[in-house]
Structure formats: C-alpha cells, structure tokens
C-alpha cells in the first residue's frame, strides 16, 4: 500500500548514490544500479546477446522474429514496440527532454543523459581485462580492446587504408579531402 501510494504523491526515498536519481521502492534502485555495474543478467537464447533488464531482452527477441508493427508515418521505419516509435519521433520533432543539471546540455534519449553524465562523476565502468585500462563508455572499450587485438574494421574508401576506429578514419579522409582542395587549385591555375 505505502509503495503504492508513494506514485500518487511523487515520493522517491530510495536514491542512487551515483547518479542522485530517486525512486519508489528499493527493487527499483536495484535494477537501475546495473546502469552503473554494467550487470547484464538476461541473455538471448538465439545469439547470446546480454541485457540488464528482462524487458530489454524482451524488445530485443522481436529482432529475431522480425515482427514490427509500428511505422514512422513519415521516414517509414518500423518498429516492434510503440515506445520505440515515440522515442525516434524525436529525431524528427527535434524534441530533447533530457537536460543535464550539471552542464545544461539537452539529449533527446534517457541513455544519452546517463552516457552524458559519466563525463561529469568521472565514472568508468567498462575495464580492459587485458590492460586494466577503464572507460565511462562500452563503446569506447570496444575501441580500445582493438589496439590489443590489431583488428581494424574502418576501411578507406579511397586509399584502401584501415583504421581501429571511425574517428581515426574520418580524421585520415580529411587528409584526402586537402589532396582534393589542393589539385583543385593547381588545376584554375
């Protein structure tokens, strides 16, 4: 009854003390605690992918069975829930609901907030087990393991060149948008 009472009144007593995000009960705080951990206890009997919620996993097996009722009315994308819809109707709209109290910056996406404020605590979750290295994204761990690996996926589309990351490949593709520039000019000459 308290519980339920406490979503009529707003009263948050249970709070992360990471983030400072506050909610009704304590099961809740647990499961949002595996933001931070990066606990990911759900995982896909089709190809093994991890989640940290359970309605995670449920929104990722439509992926397997391909089923997307919802579509975009105006790019046509679809969707397999109305919540995945809504969110990328943002990209649209432009609307960003999200504001960092730290900065001000605004994001359209929850994840991007909590991403966004990893910068701010200095969290980094996400460990290289082969250096101890530690990163506040997965994604930046993903990058980094590639410099252990040797593997480079990013591939010049001009040269053939490849490169451990996007970023490092977009910043070598300016080295040929300055070749171009440069015979450009040779050539009004």
Same mark, same amino acid.
């Given at each position: ?9 707003? #009263? ?15 099961? !809740? ?9 990066? #606990?990911?206890?759900? %995982? ?10 359970? %309605?995670?996993?449920? $929104? &990722? ?5 391909? #089923? ?7 790019? *046509?994308?679809?969707? *397999?829930?109305?919540? %995945?819809?809504?969110? &990328? $109707? /943002?990209?649209?709209?432009? =609307? ?13 996406? %929850? !994840? !991007? ?8 605590t200095g969290v980094k979750q996400y460990h290289c087990k082969t250096?101890?290295? !530690? ?7 993903? =990058?980094?393991? /590639?410099?252990?690996?040797? #593997? ?7 040269? *053939? ?10 910043? &070598? $593709? ?5 070749r171009c520039t440069i015979n450009t000019r040779l050539l009004a000459?």
């Amino acid at each position: 009854m308290t519980r339920h009472y406490r979503i009529h009144t707003g #009263e948050k007593p249970f709070s992360c003390t990471i983030c400072g995000k506050g909610f009704v009960c304590n099961s !809740s705080l647990g499961k949002h605690r595996r933001a931070h951990t990066g #606990e990911k206890p759900y %995982s896909c009997t089709t190809c093994g992918k991890m989640f940290a919620y359970n %309605s995670d996993l449920l $929104m &990722h097996l439509k992926t397997h069975t391909g #089923e997307k009722p919802y579509h975009c009315k105006i790019c *046509g994308k679809m969707f *397999g829930y109305s919540s %995945s819809l809504f969110k &990328h $109707m /943002r990209m649209h709209t432009g =609307e960003k609901p999200y504001h960092c109290k730290t900065c001000g910056k605004v994001f359209g996406y %929850s !994840s !991007s907030l909590l991403k966004h404020m990893r910068m701010h605590t200095g969290v980094k979750q996400y460990h290289c087990k082969t250096c101890g290295k !530690s990163f506040s994204r997965d994604s930046m761990l993903a =990058e980094h393991i /590639r410099t252990h690996t040797g #593997e480079k996926p990013y591939g010049c589309k001009t040269c *053939g060149k490849m490169f451990n990351s996007r970023t490092h490949l977009l910043c &070598h $593709m300016k080295t040929h948008a300055k070749r171009c520039t440069i015979n450009t000019r040779l050539l009004a000459q």
